[in-house]
């Protein structure tokens, strides 16, 4: 059964640094074609995508945010870590992990519960 | 301003059959498979079509994808009330080193 949590504060100020952790049960990052991302979605509004990592260590960021996102993995803890930085009222927003593999063509296919991060000072 | 486009909006009555369309480019639903996804209110996506038209296992068989040219199209028959959901299309886009890209979302009401 695979499982998928975020973890991180609710509550940061503008500009400040965001670090959230994504802990994940029921599959291994090291396997290959698996791979774990975050996708984010501000109040009543779409989803976005943010970032995804893969069991290789390849990389991948939304263009737009690219330059303020980190995504790191931890396999022996079975955490994916994504940092963003300057942070701005705009990016409060529900933020999900998702698990995605070859299996249903990379799609993000189990999704955590999300958690709600509010930029306020 | 989302990558893929769809109808804010969208309606039928139970047991009637409704479509949601989702429009791209080249570079994402012109190359690469669609997968669509069912939000209930304050709960996390659900996929519920990948490859175009694969269905997960659990997903009932009343949910059906379809994909021609930069266009493709999710379809309920047997509409339900639990069906009541936003509704969200997402491909893979080859450009800029390649990322996930969404539709806006399709409210979907059951009246």
């Known amino acids: 059964q695979i499982t998928l949590k975020e973890s991180g504060p609710t509550l940061v100020k503008p500009t400040q640094t965001l670090t959230l952790t994504c802990t994940f049960s029921?599959?291994?990052?090291?396997?290959?074609?698996?791979?774990v991302g975050w996708i984010r979605q501000p109040p009543g509004k779409a989803l976005e995508w943010l970032a995804l990592i893969y069991w290789d260590d390849d990389k991948r960021y939304s263009p737009s945010l690219k330059s303020r996102l980190t995504i790191t993995k931890d396999t022996s803890k079975n955490q994916v870590v994504l940092t963003m930085t300057n942070m701005d009222p705009v990016d409060t927003a529900t933020y999900y992990c998702?698990?995605?593999?070859?299996?249903?063509?990379?799609?993000?296919?189990?999704w955590g519960q999300g958690t709600l991060v509010t930029v306020s000072s | 301003q989302s990558v893929l486009t769809q109808p804010p909006s969208a309606s039928g009555t139970p047991g009637q059959r409704v479509t949601i369309s989702c429009s791209g480019s080249?570079?994402?639903?012109?190359?690469?498979?669609v997968n669509w996804y069912q939000q209930l209110p304050g709960t996390a996506p659900k996929l519920l079509i990948y490859?175009?038209?694969q269905r997960p296992s659990g997903v009932p068989d009343r949910f059906s994808g379809s994909k021609s040219g930069t266009s493709a199209s999710l379809a309920i028959s047997g509409l339900q009330s639990e069906d009541e959901a936003d509704y969200y299309c997402a491909a893979w886009d080859d450009s800029l080193n390649g990322q996930w890209v969404f539709g806006g979302g399709t409210k979907l009401t059951v009246l």
């Open positions: 998702a698990h995605s593999s070859i299996a249903v063509a990379g799609a993000p296919d189990y």
């Open positions: 029921g599959f291994s990052l090291s396997t290959s074609g698996v791979g």
């Open positions: 490859s175009n038209n």
């Open positions: 080249s570079s994402n639903i012109g190359s690469n498979t």
